[in-house]
């Protein structure tokens, strides 16, 4: 069974950092380009950061240089580690595939105060 499992949200300070983290079972995830998506409330869900199999990354403009996103293939997980935080950041966080997309996990909600 696929499964996506993402976790390491919380409540922070504007200029504040996090690290999410993606666990995935029941794939093959070496092999899988990967991606992280938020959806703030009212939004439509965005890609902001994604990572091909074999580690090329590329930001959406409004995380560039302040997200980085990595893998462990050997360890089934993904992450973003996530810098110099922003109110409008945040939004719940989910992981998923560029396309074909897998089950969505119950997603790690992020949330920046001012």
């Known amino acids: 069974q696929v499964q996506l499992v993402e976790s390491g949200g919380g409540l922070v300070q504007a200029g504040g950092s996090l690290r999410l983290s993606c666990a995935a079972s029941?794939?093959?995830?070496?092999?899988?380009?990967m991606g992280w998506y938020r959806q703030a409330p009212g939004k439509q869900r965005e890609l902001v950061a994604r990572?091909?199999?074999?580690?090329?990354?590329d930001y959406a403009d409004s995380v560039k240089g302040r997200y980085a996103i990595s893998r462990d293939n050997a360890k089934n997980t993904m992450y973003l580690q996530m810098n110099s935080l922003k109110p409008e950041d945040t939004a719940v966080y989910y992981c998923n595939r560029l396309w074909n997309f897998l089950p969505w996990g119950q997603g790690t909600q992020v949330t920046v105060s001012s």
């Open positions: 990572i091909t199999s074999g580690g090329s990354t």
């Open positions: 029941g794939t093959i995830f070496s092999i899988n380009a």
